[in-house]
């Protein structure tokens, strides 16, 4: 799981702290973790992977989405997308890796040449099988003349060509001079319109991994001590998720540092009686989950708790809006309306970003509650649902679960923390 705050610190800042406890969670023998985390047991086998047969069922889904918009095919290249359609999981760098999808008949993949062996195994396991059209390019040849003569052999290189969001300018600027008489547009109102909506498979892999992490979140709250780094607490915490069979991690952010949404490279300590806000998840067969609990070790000042009711009033007005035909803005709109009544607005001069994003495979997609975007709810659409108010030089405060849209509204995947010192309602 990436860490927003690993990627910004370098490793001697790590090395600056000096730490009153050690890095418990480093250890490999399970008992010399603390006991609410030892004792956690694996749930792996809650979790059933994605059949063949959805994966056919969403390439028939593409196909109408397709002909409803016109277009005669669309691109992937590696990416959640192309693991969405196939099962596939790519690495490639520069060297285009590609699957064509076509509106009518069978795809076809354009391949590096080294690389065919490595394809062919796991294209043999998607939809498409071990008898599928794979075009093979090699180091001194053109992928893109490989896609153009494929577009040709369907009898659409005249067609409209769907590229998926996350294709390369490199790629499109090859496949565009390759292949002039076709026409490249936007693939999302069919990548977008297929995973946007969740079946009741997805549904289940994404309750199991919110639950999931935050029980790994709750054994890390039940371990920590004051004088732990943030490096221990997040240590306890990808090791808590290990135990319960998945890979998950989160960012830890102390006092005032809370108040930086995304985090801070500084250095920092846990004390009693100071702000703790942790925010990560894990993926279950490639489902994200995304929680944030803010708590503290010890007793919260009066401010602190005012704060965190603000906040967990603007959550609950943020999932009494959310339903199907709701605009995802005005689920935004319900919550920040709470903060600045509250009086910690205007806009977004404390509760600094949306309340919240789509999510899926990826931890952040589409479609987002933003002020303007006037995107329907629809069932089974999957959300955040994360406000948060950070005073800079004192505090921040977020609460953030995983929404599921339902026929009549909305549930979250996970009980809403009930309090900075009881921060998961029980003991």
């Not at 790590?14 to 047991?41: E, G, Y």
């Not at 990548?191 to 639950?211: F, N, Q, W, Y």
């Amino acid at each position: 799981m990436f860490s927003r705050r690993r990627f910004l610190q370098t490793g001697s800042i790590a090395a600056a702290v000096t730490a009153t406890l050690p890095s418990l969670a480093q250890a490999k023998d399970k008992k010399a973790l603390p006991s609410a985390i030892a004792r956690l047991k694996s749930l792996s086998s809650d979790a059933s992977a994605i059949s063949l047969t959805e994966r056919r069922e969403r390439q028939e889904k593409a196909r109408i989405l397709m002909r409803e918009n016109n277009l005669s095919a669309i691109l992937m290249t590696e990416g959640t997308s192309l693991t969405y359609f196939t099962g596939m999981r790519w690495w490639g760098g520069e060297r285009l890796f590609a699957m064509v999808l076509t509106a009518k008949g069978e795809s076809f993949y354009v391949c590096p040449g080294f690389e065919e062996g490595r394809a062919r195994e796991q294209i043999a396991k998607s939809p498409d099988g071990d008898k599928s059209d794979v075009r093979i390019w090699q180091e001194d040849e053109s992928p893109y003349g490989r896609v153009a003569q494929g577009l040709s052999d369907r009898g659409i290189a005249g067609g409209t060509v769907g590229l998926e969001e996350t294709v390369k300018f490199v790629f499109e600027d090859g496949l565009r001079k390759a292949a002039p008489t076709a026409t490249f547009v936007s693939a999302t109102p069919v990548t977008v319109g297929c995973r946007m909506i969740k079946s009741p498979h997805e549904i289940d892999l994404m309750r199991l991994a919110s639950k999931i992490t935050l029980m790994a979140y709750e054994a890390t709250y039940h371990s920590l001590k004051p004088g732990m780094t943030q490096q221990d607490v997040e240590d306890l915490i990808e090791a808590a998720h290990r135990n319960l069979g998945f890979e998950g991690a989160a960012d830890v952010q102390v006092g005032e540092f809370s108040a930086f949404p995304h985090g801070s490279v500084t250095p920092q300590v846990i004390r009693e009686g100071t702000i703790v806000l942790i925010d990560g998840g894990c993926k279950v067969e490639g489902y994200a989950s995304d929680i944030t609990r803010t708590f503290v070790l010890g007793k919260a000042s009066d401010k602190m708790n005012q704060v965190f009711d603000i906040v967990h009033k603007a959550q609950s007005a943020a999932l009494a809006t959310a339903k199907p035909g709701a605009e995802c803005g005005s689920v935004d709109a319900a919550a920040r309306t709470v903060i600045t009544e509250a009086g910690y607005g205007p806009d977004y001069k404390y509760f600094k970003h949306r309340v919240g994003h789509g999510m899926g495979m990826d931890g952040h997609e589409w479609p987002y509650l933003v002020r303007g975007n006037e995107t329907k709810m629809q069932p089974h659409m999957t959300f955040s649902d994360e406000p948060g108010i950070y005073i800079r030089g004192e505090f921040g405060i977020r609460l953030e679960d995983d929404m599921h849209i339902t026929e009549n509204g909305a549930e979250l995947f996970t009980p809403q923390s009930p309090s900075l010192e009881n921060p998961f309602g029980k003991g």
